[in-house]
């Protein structure tokens, strides 16, 4: 304002070079005080508003940090869990500790068919296929290498190598890596 004052002008877009050169030089020098102090406040304002941002950037990075964290821990934790075998089907014990009648020999039969069915299912709970291990010509170490990939799969928990068993199932072909059927000794 002081600018357009000094100049005699309505707005910025009338002043020019010669409105200016008609004014005194101590309105010029006050006006161009003012201009700098202006110009030193906005920079001040400017660095803190600069400050600021970078700090919520910190505090972002941080959070987005804390949540892939978790979402890492979490996912361990139902790989674990998909690895252990842990579910919630009866087991055997589950089916013979609920008693069944022993009247007669259908019931029998039945009580031999759940029992069996039981631990069927105990041991399919037990057990996983892994697809896409690469198969080695000659001697294989199939154990070795299964315990390679559950340990990546669970790091930082590690699985005992005699907690599992492991063999490639289906007829060798040069082509196809065959899958591998893992059983663990318990869920």
């Given at each position: 304002?002081?600018?357009?004052?000094?100049?005699?002008?309505?707005?910025?877009?009338?002043?020019?070079?010669?409105?200016?050169k008609h004014a005194?030089?101590?309105?010029?020098?006050?006006?161009?005080?003012?201009?700098?102090?202006?110009?030193?406040?906005?920079?001040?304002?400017?660095?803190?508003?600069?400050?600021?941002?970078?700090?919520?950037?910190?505090?972002?990075?941080?959070?987005?940090?804390?949540?892939?964290?978790?979402?890492?821990?979490?996912?361990?934790?139902?790989?674990?869990?998909?690895?252990?075998?842990?579910?919630?089907?009866?087991?055997?014990?589950?089916?013979?500790?609920?008693?069944?009648?022993?009247?007669?020999?259908?019931?029998?039969?039945?009580?031999?068919?759940?029992?069996?069915?039981?631990?069927?299912?105990?041991?399919?709970?037990?057990?996983?296929?892994?697809?896409?291990?690469?198969?080695?010509?000659?001697?294989?170490?199939?154990?070795?290498?299964?315990?390679?990939?559950?340990?990546?799969?669970?790091?930082?928990?590690?699985?005992?190598?005699?907690?599992?068993?492991?063999?490639?199932?289906?007829?060798?072909?040069?082509?196809?890596?065959?899958?591998v059927r893992v059983?663990?000794?318990?869920?």
């Open positions: 304002k002081s600018v357009m004052k000094l100049g005699g002008c309505d707005s910025m877009s009338d002043l020019d070079r010669s409105l200016l005194n030089k101590g309105a010029i020098v006050h006006v161009v005080s003012e201009l700098i102090r202006v110009v030193d406040r906005s920079s001040k304002l400017l660095k803190s508003a600069a400050c600021t941002i970078n700090a919520l950037q910190c505090d972002q990075i941080a959070s987005q940090k804390r949540m892939i964290q978790t979402q890492e821990e979490r996912r361990e934790e139902n790989v674990y869990n998909v690895i252990a075998g842990r579910t919630n089907l009866k087991s055997y014990s589950d089916v013979v500790k609920k008693g069944l009648p022993t009247n007669s020999s259908s019931t029998q039969q039945k009580q031999k068919d759940s029992v069996y069915s039981a631990a069927k299912e105990e041991e399919r709970d037990r057990c996983v296929v892994v697809f896409g291990l690469p198969e080695e010509d000659g001697d294989e170490d199939v154990v070795n290498n299964v315990g390679t990939l559950l340990n990546e799969a669970v790091s930082p928990r590690s699985i005992d190598r005699k907690s599992y068993s492991c063999h490639r199932i289906g007829k060798r072909r040069s082509d196809v890596a065959r899958p059983c663990f000794s318990d869920r």
